[in-house]
């Protein structure tokens, strides 16, 4: 799997910079393009693999223990494989997803969730985290708030965006870290694939320290050591992960739970649980 860069100056995401620093995030055909192999990137840095917001796929990452696959649209039609979940965030401009739940138009900072495929177009950006062999839920939500409602680590907060119908499955979040953070060295037992929705920051990784500017797509492998770190703005990321060890089980849920029998939950009641084939 190839990844797209420009030969323009580019900061270690890949993305091309104007004068003032800033990342472009270009329309698909940009030109003066050269092919760098994403197993290179992974020598190079292999706690933190960095992807272009390009039009098309950006990476198979089956061999992270899941059958996933990030892609990305650009001012272009995106179409989604029926065999599939698909796990998306709007990064700029107005998208149009249509899909076997109907047709609707999602504004920069509104994320998705479809099953069964379908396709992204319209004058828009974002990425696309597709798992494979996996039946979500439908979901569309967002925008995106300024900051999580759950308490993260070192100042940190997330939301949960998309969660896992069951425990183990796949989910989405948002990551808020606030100026001046500079975020504990830790690792995560299966990989996690990012966008930055807003702001700026780093990546310190044992191998580099990686400049984040919004648009900047990155995955970070399984056990790959990094942390975070802010300057004097705030930093939003979204991040994708394929498992959880929180969620729903047939013998623990909401509606179970609070089900009572003579003052006894029903989730302690075998002889009345139901039963699948």
Request: charged share 20%.
């Amino acid at each position: 799997m190839t990844a797209v860069i420009s030969t323009n100056t580019l900061d270690l995401l890949g993305n091309p910079l104007d004068p003032d620093g800033q990342a472009q995030v270009g329309r698909a055909g940009h030109s003066n393009r050269v092919y760098v192999n994403s197993a290179t990137r992974r020598a190079k840095n292999p706690g933190f693999i960095p992807y272009r917001l390009t039009h098309g796929p950006l990476a198979d990452l089956d061999h992270e223990g899941f059958a996933t696959r990030l892609a990305a649209w650009s001012h272009d039609t995106l179409s989604l494989a029926r065999d599939a979940t698909h796990f998306g965030y709007i990064h700029g401009g107005r998208a149009e997803i249509e899909c076997e739940s109907g047709s609707f138009h999602l504004s920069r900072g509104m994320y998705f969730c479809i099953p069964r495929g379908g396709r992204v177009r319209g004058e828009s950006q974002g990425i696309v985290v597709s798992r494979s062999g996996y039946f979500g839920f439908f979901q569309i939500g967002g925008p995106t708030e300024e900051r999580g409602r759950l308490d993260y680590i070192d100042g940190c907060t997330d939301s949960l965006l998309v969660p896992p119908i069951l425990l183990g499955d796949p989910c989405l979040n948002l990551l808020h870290f606030p100026p001046h953070i500079h975020q504990t060295q830790h690792t995560h037992p299966s990989m996690r694939i990012g966008i930055v929705a807003s702001g700026r920051g780093e990546c310190l990784t044992p191998e580099a320290t990686i400049p984040l500017v919004a648009g900047g797509v990155f995955g970070i492998p399984a056990h790959g050591l990094h942390g975070f770190s802010t300057g004097e703005e705030p930093m939003r990321v979204i991040a994708y992960h394929p498992d959880s060890d929180f969620g729903a089980t047939h013998e623990r849920h909401p509606m179970i739970n609070r089900t009572m029998v003579n003052g006894v939950s029903a989730s302690y009641l075998d002889e009345i649980r139901t039963r699948r084939p």
